[in-house]
């Protein structure tokens, strides 16, 4: 790209409220992780106080996060509509699940709902589970600071070993005979759900490897009835060959907009206008191939959501 031509400055309010996301699925993450459960009474006590700090914490950035976005770019309220992307729904769902972990588990409101600890306990773990999942696909397929496959590897490596801590053993005397696998979890005779819920867990994060997935996460949930106001300044582009997203030329086949072609309903087309110019361009901005020196920062919905350039 031509170095002299100005991009669109880089958004602070925009990046501290994405790093507020990162934030509050770390915090999730180590819910997951920190043993909650010691055997010493004393710890015990510190551990719940603890988890409990965690959890509300971890719901307040999520809550911030989600709330404080679209003043940081207005263009992000598209994602707060029916028409909004899977991955972005996945976030959402995140946020739900987070609530149903933290306001039903106070005291007052657990003992009222569940009789059995152990029934509150499996359902608890599971709903864990799925946030874990959720998160993974929210801040995956974002990819704002998790693209490239060795960062990719990263999160999904984390996310899988919080998903393995739920996992927690229950103790065991020396006298008594080694229990099966599920038997051997603190989740009586929910063991063996819990324990499929996990793995299947842990093998489902494996779709964030899968290119056809990831591009099938940035599908609308319904289709947008409004086209978009979208700037692509051909003069900031120089350096890309046309070909490379006027592929439809070489072939002499190319008639009409990119737009128009991309949402019809032609078979050999795999994904939609959306899906797959957010993963063709967001892709070549983020990981640039190696002749490209000079790609302009990606701070937002709104650097290419924007009235068209003058020259």
Not at 129 to 154: D, I, M, Q, S
Not at 169 to 189: E, I, K, Y
Not at 272 to 301: I, M, N, S, W, Y
Request: charged share 15%; hydrophobic share 50%.
């Amino acid at each position: 790209m031509n170095p002299d031509i100005p991009t669109h400055p880089v958004s602070l309010g925009w990046h501290a409220v994405q790093l507020g996301g990162v934030l509050a699925a770390v915090l999730c993450l180590a819910l997951c992780a920190l043993p909650l459960r010691p055997r010493a009474a004393s710890r015990a006590t510190l551990a719940l106080a603890r988890h409990k700090v965690l959890g509300w914490s971890a719901l307040a950035v999520a809550v911030a996060h989600a709330l404080l976005l679209p003043f940081t770019d207005a263009q992000v309220l598209e994602h707060y509509k029916p028409s909004l992307p899977w991955y972005e729904l996945a976030g959402f769902a995140a946020l739900a699940l987070l609530l149903v972990l933290t306001v039903p588990a106070a005291d007052a409101v657990r003992r009222r709902i569940w009789q059995r600890h152990r029934n509150f306990q499996a359902l608890h773990v599971i709903c864990a589970c799925l946030l874990v999942l959720a998160l993974a696909v929210h801040v995956g397929v974002t990819a704002h600071y998790t693209h490239g496959l060795p960062r990719t590897a990263v999160a999904v490596g984390l996310c899988a070993a919080a998903l393995l801590a739920l996992l927690r053993p229950r103790g065991t005397s020396r006298a008594a005979p080694a229990p099966a696998a599920s038997a051997a979890l603190v989740f009586g005779r929910h063991s063996r759900l819990v324990l499929v819920v996990i793995l299947a867990g842990v093998l489902a994060l494996g779709a964030l490897f899968v290119p056809r997935a990831v591009l099938a996460l940035h599908e609308s949930v319904l289709q947008r009835t409004t086209a978009l106001v979208l700037d692509f300044p051909h003069e900031k582009h120089r350096e890309v060959a046309c070909v490379t997203c006027h592929h439809n030329f070489t072939d002499r086949t190319g008639s009409g907009s990119c737009i128009a072609c991309h949402r019809s309903e032609r078979p050999d087309l795999q994904a939609g206008a959306e899906a797959r110019f957010h993963v063709f361009c967001l892709g070549c901005h983020r990981d640039p191939p190696p002749p490209l020196k000079h790609q302009g920062p990606v701070t937002g919905c709104g650097s290419c959501h924007s009235p068209p350039t003058q020259f």
